[in-house]
């Protein structure tokens, strides 16, 4: 397995208020593709992203764990430090986390194949979130696989595992599905999953499915948010990039 670091750089031109953020996601949505199938569940690399933040040192790390898709053993991971690059505004988040996933996905030795991220695609507000951002700036297939709704509504899928339930989005023109709640485990809460880019949502929950043979959330997401965690503790002041 291949450990690699990186640290951020907040690319030129990086939005800095609300309204130039909500127009790069206006210009951005459209170059969104949603008429491929994606890879098949089961073979090739997927690749899960997570970000973890300190606050009080205006720090983010992100962290990329590489899984093979069949065996769902590690093949590498990568990590990144970087200064936070946006405030907090809902519906925006991923203007905080872009610069950093992008580094660490720089920093793999290795194609990552299938991104999926802890976060929405087209369940969202915009029908732009993390996973679509992600994807059309880096042209890779990407889901998205939340724990929470956000704020679309759902019917309880089935007590077994694989049942599923459309999340929807209470349109003028009528109820549109921006995703699914999908049960990963008999009994447990769903995820929700979306699709980010160059994905169906049939297969973003064939993968899901595949990713989660055990617990409730992905493979990918557990990985990632566990090494995310790791190196958040790890980093020291002098990590840090200073504040302009």
Not at 27 to 52: F, H, M, Q, S, Y
Not at 60 to 84: I, K, S
Not at 174 to 179: A, D, R
Request: net charge negative; charged share 20%.
């Amino acid at each position: 397995m291949n450990t690699t670091s990186n640290t951020v750089p907040i690319p030129a031109g990086w939005p800095v208020t609300e309204e130039q953020a909500r127009a790069v996601q206006d210009e951005l949505r459209g170059r969104v593709v949603l008429d491929e199938p994606g890879p098949p569940p089961g073979t090739g690399r997927v690749t899960g992203v997570d970000v973890a933040y300190d606050d009080e040192r205006d720090v983010v790390v992100a962290a990329a764990v590489v899984l093979d898709a069949a065996t769902l053993a590690v093949v590498a991971e990568a990590t990144a430090v970087g200064q936070v690059s946006f405030p907090y505004v809902p519906g925006l988040l991923a203007f905080r986390e872009i610069p950093a996933v992008l580094a660490v996905l720089d920093a793999l030795p290795c194609a990552p194949g299938l991104v999926v991220c802890d976060g929405y695609g087209r369940a969202h507000p915009r029908r732009f979130g993390l996973a679509s951002h992600l994807g059309v700036l880096t042209g890779l297939p990407t889901i998205g696989v939340a724990k929470n709704p956000f704020t679309f509504s759902y019917e309880e899928p089935g007590a077994r595992r694989g049942s599923a339930s459309p999340l929807l989005a209470g349109e003028p023109t009528g109820p549109e599905e921006v995703g699914r709640a999908l049960r990963t485990q008999d009994g447990v809460k769903p995820v929700f999953v979306s699709v980010g880019h160059r994905m169906s949502l049939d297969n973003a929950c064939a993968h899901t499915l595949g990713l989660a043979p055990k617990y409730r959330l992905p493979e990918t997401t557990r990985s990632a948010d566990s090494l995310c965690r790791r190196a958040l503790k790890e980093t020291t002041p002098s990590e840090a990039p200073p504040v302009d």
